[in-house]
Every structure is written in C-alpha cells, then in structure tokens.
C-alpha cells in the first residue's frame, strides 16, 4: 500500500474536520492528529471546517483530493461524499450510498439480518412518533426489561441511554428523538469488541472494559478508567472469525477504504452480534484505530497514509 509522497504525488489535500455536528469536538481533535502526521510526510495538507465557506475554500486552494475526518452528520452520512463526487475530488473512505446505509444503524441491521449475520435484537421509533408508556411497556414485552436507546444516525454514543424501567424509555426515547429516528435495542450482558478495516483487511480485534455502566462517551473520552485489550484475548480462530466477519459485515454495506465494526460477545451464548459500522472512526492518537494498527507495527503517521492512499481508488467512487 503506497505510504510515501516519493511513491505517488497526492498533490493538495484537503482535510476535512470539525463540522456542524454533535461529534463536532472529536473531529477536531481527530482532524488535528491526522494533519499533524500528514505535515511528517510532507503532504501539502490545508485544514478546512466544512461549517465555514468551504466550497470557497476549495477554489482558492485547488484541492486535488480529500481526507475526510468528519463524524456524523453530514460528514460520515454521504452529504460531504456527495459534494466531494459532484467536484470529481477523489477522497478517502466510502461512497455516498454506503456511507448513508452505513450511518443508519436501523438500516445496517437489517440489511446483516437478511444475509443472516447475528446482531442484537431492536425496534425502531420515528423521529415524530408519540412514544408512550403504553408502547414502551410493549416494547419490553419483546426485548426485554433493559435496553440501549440510540440515535439511529449519530455516532460516539451521543444521544444513548441505557433504560430498566418503561419510564426511563419513554424520557431516552424522547432524548434521543432530537437526533432523528431513534433505535430501542436489547440489552446483551457481555463484552464489546471492536475491529478496524484500513484497504479491505482487519487489524487486530480490541476488547474495552470499563467501570461505568456501559461504554458511554465519557468511557470513550474522558474517563482514565476504561481499559483497552489488543490482543483482545480470542483464541486464533475466534480472532479469525470476528476479523472475517466485520470485513464481511462491513462489504455487505457496501463499504470500503477504512472504518471499524464493533460487536459485542454475549456471555450467555458465546455469541458475537453486530453492533454497528463506523466509516470515519475516531483519529486522535489514543482512539481504538490507531490502538490496532499499533499492535501490527503500524505507527500512527503510517496509518494516516495509508488511509489517505486509499483515495487513489478513484474509480469505485
């Protein structure tokens, strides 16, 4: 994979961070890792926060192609892929239609349902629906007394609430309805894993193990407590099977370029199930991506270039 300047001129790349959404604050910090390792190899790199006048940006700095580090909406959905396609700028990650799929975590289950993967079981709220107690004790008929209420397209965990009681769901419902549609998923008593994918193949899996109550943002960002595992302590073959899985899940989208799939191992069972599919992942040098590239040798400037290399498939855009 071409990881040098000397090897292919990229020519000026634009680096897309920050933006208008509610992971604004991680794609700035994500942004500023990625800029910094690409100013190591010399790559004629000009930040540019999409909230501002970008396309303005663009023309004035003739931008040949784009890394995109922009989280959620907007950036990670296929709006900014959209723009990038239109101006036939070749950029890093997937395409527009995978990145929308991608983004809806309803969607990206059904879609692993079909083709018969395992993912928890859940239930889909409208952004508009009146969810009342009457619906939220049906629902816990179905799935269960405890549940993770999410933002069907945010990432991060914002938004997301675990419940135990009908009323607690309807108030997490409602909290995470200011996002849009939302997802109600069962509650699985385990242990998340997480696989990054940088040009089709699987870095090494990561378990978390954290102190709060789940593995919230705070465990993701802030808190010193939350502890990471890589090698995640599979055995060969479970380590195999979840790395072929989340390339399979992650293609099934239709994604490609990079990204990371997370699951969860449920205790009861001894079953992996699908979470969901990140196309933009976390960048700042202690997220879980850069963590697995590691683990391999890769340090994190390397990482960043050969994402970036991954734009030269221009054609599959």
Known sequence: MTNDKKQFDFGKVALLMGGTSAERDISLLSGEAIYQALLEHNIDVVKIDPKDDFIKEFEINKIDRAFIALHGTNGEDGTIQGFLTMMKIPFTGSDIV???????????????????????????????????????????????????????????????????????????????????????????????????????????????????????????????????????????????????????????????????????????????????????PGMTKTSLLPKAAKAIGMSFSQLVMNILSTSLVIGEK
């Open 98 to 280: 995978s990145s929308a799929i991608s983004m809806n975590k309803i969607i990206s289950k059904r879609i692993w349902q079909q083709a018969g993967l395992n993912t928890t079981r859940f239930f889909e709220v409208s952004a508009d629906d009146n969810f009342t107690l009457e619906r939220a004790n049906d629902v816990r008929q179905v799935l269960g007394k405890t549940h993770f209420v999410k933002p069907a397209s945010e990432g991060s965990s914002v938004g997301m609430s675990k419940t135990t009681s009908a009323e607690q769901l309807v108030q997490a419902v409602a909290k995470a309805q200011k996002y849009g549609n939302v997802l109600i998923e069962q509650f699985v008593d385990g242990r998340e894993y997480t696989v990054g994918i940088v040009g089709g193949k699987a870095l090494p899996s990561i378990s978390m193990v954290t102190p709060n109550e789940y593995y919230d943002y705070d465990a993701k960002y802030c808190a010193d407590t939350t502890e990471y595992f890589c090698p995640s302590g599979l055995s060969d073959l479970e380590e195999q099977q979840l790395q072929s899985t989340a390339v399979a899940a992650f293609e099934m989208l239709g994604c490609s370029g990079w990204g990371r799939v997370d699951f969860i191992l449920e205790k009861k069972t001894n079953t992996f199930n699908l979470l969901e599919a990140n196309t933009i």
